[in-house]
């Protein structure tokens, strides 16, 4: 069953924040987090483990809450670079698979 | 860093044909996945493999198939094309056995069946 991220999509300006959310129906383990620029491959930004930690990369961090099921991915003071599709995908305790979220399309306007 | 190969960038195909995509890894990675990345959908897993010769289904086989007779190399096999099968199709790969490892994924093939 596919997590649910939220909004579909946003449009910000150039130096603006904004949250991705990523819901999920079942306990996780573990949540990933990509960006795919339009005509490129899906990059990983960063890994969650359960245990509600948060993690950062620059002005793009991410928590992980375990007993709700959701994890948010944070834009801060966002940048030109930072726009395109953003998934989550979910995996829990000994899955053999991750499932993606339908994505986030986030648009940075200068 | 990892490189993820998939042979062809655009494809074009009849309906009926079938249709062989190839990825190819150079990580000596142990885990090979197809997805089908749709507009709203997300990325949908097709198939997977941990291991030579071993496959998987995913969350959405119907109509496909996979190949994987060496370690580097992952072919998804299209027995039929149909129409409903034009999509963008991603290959990844993945190091580690559980999910504290990251996908690595190729850059796509965009396939259309006419």
């Known amino acids: 069953q596919q997590p649910v991220q939220s909004p579909q999509a946003v449009i910000l300006r150039e130096g603006e924040d904004a949250v991705i959310n990523c819901s999920s129906s079942?306990?996780?383990?573990?949540v990933h987090w990509y960006r795919q620029k339009h005509g490129e491959a899906p990059v990983f930004l960063m890994i969650l483990l359960k245990g509600g930690e948060q993690k950062g990369h620059e002005k793009i961090s991410a928590s992980f809450n375990e007993k709700k099921q959701q994890s948010s991915l944070y834009l801060t003071a966002s940048q030109l670079s930072y726009s395109g599709t953003y998934f989550c995908?979910?995996?829990?305790?000994?899955?053999?698979?991750?499932?993606f979220g339908q994505g986030t399309r986030l648009t940075i306007n200068p | 860093d990892v490189k993820v190969t998939q042979s062809s960038r655009y494809l074009v195909k009849r309906t009926g044909e079938k249709v062989f995509l190839e990825c190819v890894q150079d990580m000596d990675h142990e885990n090979m996945f197809w997805y089908r990345q749709d507009p709203g959908l997300g990325l949908r897993l097709i198939y997977f493999?941990?291991?030579?010769?071993?496959?998987e289904k995913g969350d959405i086989p119907e109509g496909y198939s996979v190949s994987r007779e060496k370690k580097e190399r992952f072919s998804l096999i299209l027995e039929s094309a149909s129409t409903n099968q034009t999509s963008m199709y991603l290959c990844?790969?993945?190091?580690?056995?559980?999910?504290?490892?990251?996908?690595?994924f190729g850059s796509g093939t965009q396939l259309s069946v006419l």
């Open positions: 079942k306990a996780l383990y573990s």
């Open positions: 990844a790969s993945k190091a580690v056995d559980n999910w504290k490892g990251k996908l690595f």
């Open positions: 493999s941990y291991d030579v010769k071993m496959k």
């Open positions: 995908g979910t995996a829990d305790q000994g899955a053999q698979k991750l499932v």
